[in-house]
């Protein structure tokens, strides 16, 4: 029994040595890790800086967020409920770019800090805001069969 008492104390006693070698080890590295496979002055590589890029939030996420809205679709559908079923789809799109057009015009001070504001304006700038959207829809279509012809 006493052998046995005796092996007990000796193994714990050398795992608990191993325990505290192997801590010690660490905490001289720095915490690193031993990998047998890399060299003991490894180099940092250069971190290239990344290309800047405009960082600024696009009006085209801000446009489909809100051409998506439930309320925008039915809106859109409210006006274009007179077009005719082939004309529909054409007056809702155009639909949407006039109301957009209204709500960029209202809010502008929201969007001035976003990019490709410049390029919206100035599509809202060439909508002919006197006709319908019904109407616009219906030149379009006989542009298209005059230019078809």
């Not at 193994?11 to 010690?24: C, F, K, N, P, V």
């Not at 109407?135 to 298209?144: G, I, T």
């Amino acid at each position: 029994m006493l052998r046995f008492t005796a092996a007990i104390l000796v193994l714990s006693l050398s795992l608990s040595a191993g325990s505290e070698l192997r801590q010690h080890s660490a905490s001289s590295r720095g915490g690193a890790k031993f990998w047998p496979f890399t060299s003991a002055a490894t180099e940092a590589a250069p971190n290239p800086e990344p290309a800047k890029k405009d960082v600024r939030p696009a009006i085209e996420g801000a446009k489909d967020a809100v051409l998506m809205s439930a309320t925008f679709g039915r809106k859109t559908a409210q006006l274009c409920q007179d077009a005719p079923d082939e004309q529909r789809k054409l007056c809702r799109q155009m639909a949407g770019q006039r109301l957009f057009c209204a709500l960029l015009q209202r809010h502008a001070r929201k969007y001035d800090g976003m990019s490709g504001v410049a390029e919206e304006r100035a599509k809202c700038d060439r909508i002919d805001i006197m006709v319908n959207s019904v109407e616009a829809a219906k030149d379009v279509q006989l542009e298209r069969d005059a230019n078809a012809d």
